[in-house]
């Protein structure tokens, strides 16, 4: 099992660009999360998904947008990066309803310049 | 709509004396709560969780917390604090039966310094 992979590790921006946070998990997990981290601010959730085909808004969606067509991957998008958007991002996946433990991923630190 | 406050975002302790992590919650309905650790440069880790068995919950590396509902408090406690404990301290909360769980929501860490 490779648990919840994150891609990139690293990653400059210019205002205004757009990427894509990949995040895939492999246990059959099906709520998925993400969450940035400044420093000083702990984590805020940014958007989460019970299951394929639904996501819903977390504490700071303004921003973002995800989509889960699959149980496995749970992308993040930047349309146009602001360097509020600059922050340490993590993907988490948990299995269930029962709120096992969270399984995060690496994390993705990003840079909007 | 759930919420949690830790209420120190700054720890200092001696080698082998106590530790006490404060946290508050807020819940519209019977929460699950959580500590998670994270040591420098390193990922998250689950300390401990409370799920509505036992009020006092034992984790790993000697840390406990006690579920006290009258305060809506879960506060992270250790007997004696090692070099290695310091690090960043998450405490999570979630509506278990909202309807909508699975929304984890973190508080805003506590850093523990422990000197020798």
């Known amino acids: 099992n490779a648990g919840v992979t994150q891609t990139p590790k690293f990653r400059i921006l210019k205002i205004g660009q757009s990427m894509t946070l990949q995040c895939t998990q492999d246990m059959n997990h099906n709520y998925m999360y993400w969450y940035r981290q400044d420093p000083g601010m702990g984590l805020k959730l940014i958007y989460y998904s019970v299951g394929a085909g639904i996501t819903d808004k977390g504490e700071v969606p303004n921003g973002y947008n995800v989509s889960r067509s699959t149980t496995e991957d749970f992308p993040l998008r930047l349309e146009l990066a602001a360097p509020s958007q600059t922050s340490v991002y993590f993907c988490a996946s948990l299995r269930g309803k029962t709120n096992e433990k969270l399984f995060f991923g690496s994390g993705t630190q990003l840079s909007v310049l | ?116």
């Open chain 2, 1 to 116: 709509a759930q919420s949690v406050t830790q209420l120190d975002s700054h720890v200092s302790v001696s080698e082998g004396t106590p530790v006490l992590l404060r946290c508050n919650y807020s819940s519209s309905y019977s929460p699950s709560l959580f500590w998670y650790v994270q040591h420098p440069n390193k990922g998250l880790q689950l300390l401990l969780k409370y799920t509505s068995a036992a009020t006092l919950v034992k984790g790993i590396n000697g840390f406990e917390a006690e579920f006290k509902k009258s305060e809506t408090s879960f506060h992270l406690t250790k007997p004696s604090a090692h070099m290695s404990d310091a690090a960043e301290y998450f405490c999570v909360v979630s509506d278990r039966w909202s309807g909508n769980t699975g929304k984890l929501i973190f508080g805003q860490g506590t850093t523990l310094q422990v000197k020798p």
